[in-house]
Every structure is written in structure tokens, then in C-alpha cells.
């Protein structure tokens, strides 16, 4: 079972940039892929971006583009998001998640971050 912890939320102004840090911890520890998604108030979960483990090939949804970036260290099992020019619909609970295998979807979540852009 993987548990995964997020951090680094917090309150920024518009144009700011935040970086999040997502831990994995467990017996074994090598996905398919690391996702970051988030919930707008009101709103459903969306995804932002994700990263494969194995070549660190990222993609991201059309908003995040330019702004955000995903990363990983492999040796501390962390994934980061870094989100530069934020804006105030950036405003959301952020989470990332764990896809073991490429037939598999995202099936380990983490408790979630709150990120708040003020304007």
C-alpha cells in the first residue's frame, strides 16, 4: 500500500509561485506514473499534469502549460509541482496521485494541499 503525503500549500498572491511536494512512502515504491490533480470549490477534480517515474516525460493540461512544472526525485520517492504566475483559479485543493501500471489508473491518493491565490 502507498501512502502518499502532500505539502507546501499556503496562501500566495496573483503572479506568486508555490512548489509542492508530494512523499511516498511504502514497502516498494516504483509507479507508472505520478499525477497532480485538483478541486476548485464547486467544482470537479481536474487534472493538471503528470509525470512517468521511469524517463521523468511530463504532460500537463492546457492551463498549467508554461506555468507549471513536475518533477521527481527518485531517490526520496517525491514528485514536486512547481507553480509559477499564479492566478486566483489556480485557487483549489491539490492532490497527487500514484498509477502503477499503464492498465491501471490512478489508485493511491493523497490527503490533499490547499492552495489559495489572492488577488
Known amino acids: 500500500q502507498v501512502q502518499l503525503v502532500e505539502s507546501g500549500g499556503g496562501l500566495v498572491q496573483a503572479g506568486g509561485s508555490l512548489r509542492l511536494s508530494c512523499a511516498a512512502s511504502?514497502?516498494?515504491?516504483?509507479?507508472?506514473?505520478m499525477g497532480w490533480f485538483r478541486r476548485a470549490p464547486g467544482k470537479e477534480r481536474e487534472f493538471v499534469g503528470s509525470?512517468?517515474?521511469?524517463?521523468?516525460?511530463?504532460a500537463y493540461t492546457d492551463s498549467a502549460k508554461g506555468r507549471f512544472t513536475i518533477s521527481r526525485d527518485n531517490a526520496k520517492n517525491t514528485v514536486y509541482l512547481q507553480m509559477n504566475s499564479l492566478k486566483p483559479e489556480d485557487t483549489a485543493v491539490y492532490y497527487c496521485?500514484?498509477?502503477?501500471?499503464?492498465?491501471?489508473?490512478?489508485?493511491?491518493w493523497g490527503q490533499g494541499t490547499q492552495v489559495t491565490v489572492s488577488s
Open positions: 496521485a500514484s498509477r502503477p501500471s499503464l492498465s491501471v489508473t490512478y489508485n493511491s
Open positions: 511504502g514497502r516498494t515504491f516504483s509507479p507508472y506514473m
Open positions: 509525470i512517468k517515474w521511469s524517463d521523468g516525460i511530463t
